[in-house]
């Protein structure tokens, strides 16, 4: 992967293609709901349409990359069987069942008499994704953008070009049927491309990474756009006093083992010292027959933990059967821990004492603070926003998972009829502010 | 000004006093709103105690910076008259009246039975503001700041120090006699700290800058902490052929004149070429005798405007009385001059269309699309925010003038009994994503 960790200049078929790219998503802006509802249909049936070359061009891409001799996962990820495919379909469908997040009113007010102003959201413009392996994201991202009426500039991984290529001519077709532009949609292949976007800020309004921690960490580093995504995921689990050792040992289990190498996964157990040999007495068998490996403390390395932490495990997200383990002398203790190495993602408490829960969810500073449930809930779907488009770690909105919201921004309208500020200023005219 | 333009590493004194702030910024963030009210009034109340302090050490600074020979514009803006610290002090009580940005429910839900979503708005953190020489934007920016529950780091013009000093001594002390900590306020008077704030992006979560286009650029530039503000305001103003001329003149010498060198000013100004003709017989006249230099293009140098543009005026923030003319063959001629040009901020259209108001207004993709009016009321307190952290260009939220709503973000709070996301994959459990 560290070839791709480049920026190149972009090339002038790259620039002709970003300014048709911006072309269209002027026009996509523009469209009516009825239009882009419409538009994603029209996409569906044209993948339907086409399912066999898209299946075909999979198996030629997943020969390729077999004997390249890819990793097994990553061939996993490629593979784009049938039912895979049709639950994409039926996806691009679903998508057009979402709220549409354009045009909402967000304030809207007389400033003075004849003087009305008016927020309201509308698409960022064009949106840059790049993406590793899953075919089945272009069909996902490519149907949200256009839900929310944006452009997209899609990157995915090269092993999966020619999958990608036959996705993309289906949804163009699919939007060829449509009013809509079909330059709407924009697939680079070549391995040039791919970091030049990060060089694209007078085309490219927002770039969503999806990958590896390295990739994302690398393309804000490396690019004035701004970047939607987190680049790393450290969440914690602390275990009150106050506690029925069951529910805190299942929510623990589940935050680790649910799916590891999500990004809201648990990383770090920090344990009252009160319940702390209790607690572990029931947990270590339990996590040691789900393959997870402790790392602990010494205070919990004596209690039976097998394994000793260094301070590198604090910061360390494992996305592995891997979970480190400290015990608190209290709850400020680990308040002050995840302060100092959450990666504000998601954190949680698990304790009977309200009071306590209210402290901790008050006071640590992460995009979701958790009470007596499994951090795995972080998550756009399960937040039921019906789409999921990043998850943001940083302070600023949007912050946490991201729905469709996170593809519009908003623009104030004020409609007068001859107004003039130095009227305001010499007081002929006055200010209303009113709510209408 | 160049030399605040180097980033040096925060030394110890710095980086205790940047802990202390944070600590202290938790705290205010768990006070409620009547504290915070309170905590205004109290620092109001310090404020006029402490008047002629405040007031002596303004002419002490007064006097230094005349001796030193500064800028008769920097003078007058350094000047801390009773008048102008009564009305400052006024408004640190105003701030105490705007509505409470703290605490708003943005989402809440059922995710599943006994599984509670809530989206609530919290403060930001650690608010760091850069400013030039005005010593009332301290008190200003302090209120906000308390107001929304976030502690604020200030770096002042160092010719305001022994001002500074006085007005953030009397706050703390209004801050000691209410519940707050008095750390929520933190001064920087040394040339060496100035810049090393951008570099404390572990305690300091944004940073709004009020200067030069200069100032803004570097810091974007030079720190990893998120900065809310704008380089450029190159805004502008196109009057369709469907005009009374008489209200596109008043409109257009209002956005020029009425406060040249604020950042809504008009910069360039776009005529329909079937009016143009007309349009600048009336208006060469009334631009001159206000002393504003029109630069045209070829076309608008033969109707009569003294100097000809180059390329880069259509580029240039003049911030003066300068404006610069371009005639275009239509409407879509004016938007693609503004797409390439304007800098996002606010631009308008003068026209009696409505659908051509309407395409201009949804084609451009500015912060502010403004019909019919001055581009001077792109302002927080006229679009009736009561207060302007800033304003943004950015195309992301937050946007154009942001109010105290740019001084808070959301956390996601998630309340179960023992909730486990296995349960819902193996079926056992249901979400039922209910508003509540």
Redesign the interface.
């Known amino acids: 992967m560290t070839d791709i960790f480049e920026v190149p200049t972009p090339d002038k078929d790259l620039l002709d293609k970003a300014e048709r790219l911006r072309i269209a998503s002027?026009k996509t802006?523009?469209t009516n709901n009825i239009d882009r509802i419409r538009a994603l249909n029209l996409m569906a049936d044209s993948l339907e349409k086409n399912s066999q070359e898209i299946i075909e061009a999979n198996i030629e891409d997943y020969k390729k990359a077999k004997n390249k001799g890819i990793s097994k996962a990553l061939l996993s990820r490629l593979k784009l069987s049938k039912q895979k495919l049709s639950s994409g379909i039926e996806g691009v469908r679903q998508v057009g069942n979402l709220a549409d997040p354009v045009g909402k009113i967000q304030i809207k007010?007389e400033?003075s008499e004849g003087?009305n102003?008016e927020r309201k959201t509308?698409p960022?413009?064009v949106i840059g994704v790049i993406f590793e392996s899953r075919p089945d994201a272009v069909m996902q991202i490519s149907s949200l953008a256009i839900r929310s009426g944006n452009g997209v500039m899609l990157k995915g991984g090269s092993e999966a070009n020619l999958t990608n290529l036959a996705i993309v001519s289906a949804l163009k077709n699919g939007l060829q049927n449509s009013n809509l532009d079909e330059n709407a949609i924009c697939l680079l292949t070549s391995r040039k491309d791919s970091m030049a976007m990060l060089k694209l800020e007078k085309f490219v309004?927002?770039i969503i990474p999806r990958g590896s921690n390295e990739l994302v960490k690398f393309i804000q580093e490396n690019t004035e756009i701004?970047v939607l995504g987190h680049a790393d995921g450290i969440c914690h689990l602390y275990i009150d006093n106050e506690v029925?050792l069951d529910?805190a040992l299942?929510?623990a289990?589940?935050s680790k083992i649910?799916?590891p190498a999500a990004c809201n996964a648990v990383e770090t157990l920090l344990i009252h010292k009160d319940i702390a040999a209790d607690f572990l007495k029931k947990a270590i068998p339990s996590f040691n027959s789900n393959d997870v490996k402790l790392i602990g403390d010494r205070k919990s390395v004596q209690m039976g933990v097998a394994f000793e932490a260094n301070y590198e495990d604090w910061k360390t997200e494992y996305l592995d059967l891997m979970l480190s383990v400290k015990i608190v002398d209290n709850l400020e203790e680990a308040i002050d821990h995840i302060q100092k190495f959450s990666s504000k993602h998601t954190d949680g408490i698990i304790t009977k004492n309200i009071s306590n829960?209210n402290k901790f969810?008050?006071?640590i500073?992460?995009?979701?603070?958790?009470?007596?449930?499994?951090t795995?809930?972080?998550d756009g779907f399960?937040?039921?926003f019906g789409a999921e488009v990043g998850i943001s770690t940083?302070?600023?909105?949007p912050?946490?998972?991201v729905g469709l919201e996170g593809l519009v921004?908003?623009?104030?309208?004020?409609?007068?009829?001859?107004?003039?500020?130095?009227d305001?200023?010499s007081g002929k005219s006055i200010?209303t502010?009113k709510d209408v």
Chains 1, 2 share one sequence.
Not at 365 to 374: L, Q, T, Y
């Open positions: 002027i802006s523009q007010k400033l003087l102003l509308v960022i413009g309004n927002l701004p029925s529910v299942k929510v289990l589940d649910q799916y829960a969810m008050n006071e500073d992460s995009a979701g603070v958790f009470h007596n449930c499994s795995r809930f972080a399960r937040y039921g940083q302070t600023l909105p912050r946490g998972p921004t908003y623009k104030y309208f004020l409609r007068g009829e001859g107004h003039i500020v130095d305001f200023s200010f502010h």
